[in-house]
């Protein structure tokens, strides 16, 4: 038997004693028949009015606890669809605060998934649209407004850390052309003429836009300078040759003493340091 079950035999056997003593103190007294029996209504009524209101707080109780199943019920399905879940399996044979319990404890766990989830996804988003910025890329495919999935967050991180890998070669890309660029400039004594040439040799590298485009334009940049430094060797040495040819005529023609003030003048050249002049 129950411990609750005991003490209600032992309520009860409480209350007849009771009323086996005022039942033998009216008899002391004498009080008449018809008074007992107003008396025993009097008492039974406040023992019906005391029981009365403990049952009205424990039916209370025992609503309220029915509500607040139904409503985390609800919230857990809710939250389940969200988070593209199965199902809450309920275990059999469980009291309702057991039941009860359980259910506000799986709704607090899953409540965290949600908001670590939502958290997750709006740092990938920062860092996405950071990419962007930098890279002119479009974002990734993702509806902001749900909650992603677990395997939406893994495709999005690897995304990311594709595209971070992605940043990084065309920034080492960049930066290796630019330097090619600069001293490509320096070589034919030139300066950016274009707003893309100023640019790429003036401005910030963590400035410049690392889209594709751009690292196109760049190598197409790189490719047109080495092309003009490539002509200009070949119009120099087409001149070093040219005066070469026409010193081995003055030699042929000219008194040595005569020549010798424009050999050393020529000499330099012949070999190619025309930065003396």
């Given amino acids: 038997m129950r411990r609750s079950e005991v003490h209600a035999a032992e309520s009860v056997a409480c209350l007849n004693r009771a009323l086996n003593q005022l039942k033998d103190i009216w008899e002391e007294i004498g009080i008449p028949e018809d008074q007992r029996l107003q008396r025993t209504d009097v008492v039974k009524k406040h023992i ?23 409503s985390c019920r609800k919230e857990l399905d809710v939250l389940c669809t969200e988070l593209q879940l199965s199902p809450f399996e309920e275990d059999e044979g469980k009291t309702m605060l057991q039941l009860e319990k359980d259910i506000r404890s799986r709704l607090e766990v899953m409540m965290k998934q949600k908001s670590q989830r939502v958290k997750d996804l709006k740092t990938l988003y920062k860092q996405d649209r950071e990419l962007c910025d930098i890279m002119c890329s479009v974002p990734f495919c993702i509806d902001m407004d749900s909650v992603p999935s677990l395997e939406q967050l893994d495709s999005y991180h690897s995304y990311l850390n594709d595209l971070t890998k992605e940043k990084d070669r065309r920034h080492g890309e960049f930066v290796g052309i630019k330097r090619q660029i600069i001293m490509c400039m320096e070589e034919l004594d030139q300066l950016p003429d274009t707003s893309f040439e100023r640019d790429v040799v003036c401005e910030d590298e963590e400035a410049f836009c690392l889209s594709s485009d751009n690292i196109t334009a760049l190598q197409l940049l790189l490719g047109q300078l080495e092309d003009r430094k490539t002509e200009n060797e070949l119009v120099c040495s087409s001149y070093r040759a040219k005066i070469q040819e026409l010193w081995e005529r003055a030699l042929n023609y000219t008194f040595w003493p005569q020549v010798l003030p424009v050999y050393i003048v020529c000499v330099p050249f012949l070999h190619g340091d025309v930065n003396t002049y």
């Fill in 48 to 70: 019906k009015g005391l029981l009365d209101m403990m049952i009205a707080e424990e039916d209370s109780l025992r609503k309220r606890l029915m509500s607040s199943i139904e």
